[in-house]
């Protein structure tokens, strides 16, 4: 217990963090211990506010503020020296992930959604280290949802 609380008071360097890659596996582990999320298609985006400005990242360190402008300001409630790690996706009128339609996001703005499914810092604390299942409820107090943010 002395390990966790120790890892929530951590100062964490706030800017990119390197996304971790994900590993084919011919079966899926099985266990309490395992947790599952669906497989959303669209671009992995990592959200780090900072000075007042969010900047947007994409998995390579890109920034794309530019290409995304309304998830910067969907993400203006915050908190300073925050992180985040999601993916940006574009819904069709079902309400499933539609790369296509990703890759036309001029004209899909309002069917472009920013999915948070993990935050690795709050307000300069390194939270990566606690469980998941903590981070995730650190998440849900941290992050207001709205018309592009969704958890």
């Not at 409630?77 to 296509?100: C, H, K, W, Y």
């Not at 069917?111 to 606690?130: C, Q, T």
Request: proline fraction near 4%.
């Amino acid at each position: 217990m002395a390990d966790k609380k120790k890892a929530a008071r951590a100062h964490a360097k706030i800017g990119f963090i390197e996304s971790m890659e994900c590993l084919p596996v011919p079966t899926l582990p099985e266990g309490k211990e395992w947790s599952y999320e669906i497989k959303l298609d669209g671009f992995r985006l990592e959200a780090v506010k900072q000075k007042g400005e969010t900047t947007l990242f994409s998995r390579r360190g890109n920034i794309l503020n530019r290409k995304f402008p309304y998830i910067a300001a969907a993400l203006e409630g915050m908190p300073d020296d925050t992180i985040l790690d999601g993916e940006v996706v574009a819904l069709d009128e079902q309400g499933r992930s539609d790369f296509n339609l990703l890759q036309n996001f001029r004209s899909a703005e309002s069917k472009i959604h920013y999915y948070v499914f993990d935050i690795l810092a709050l307000k300069g604390r390194d939270v990566s280290m606690l469980p998941l299942a903590e981070r995730r409820k650190i998440l849900d107090k941290a992050l207001k949802r709205n018309d592009h943010i969704s958890r």
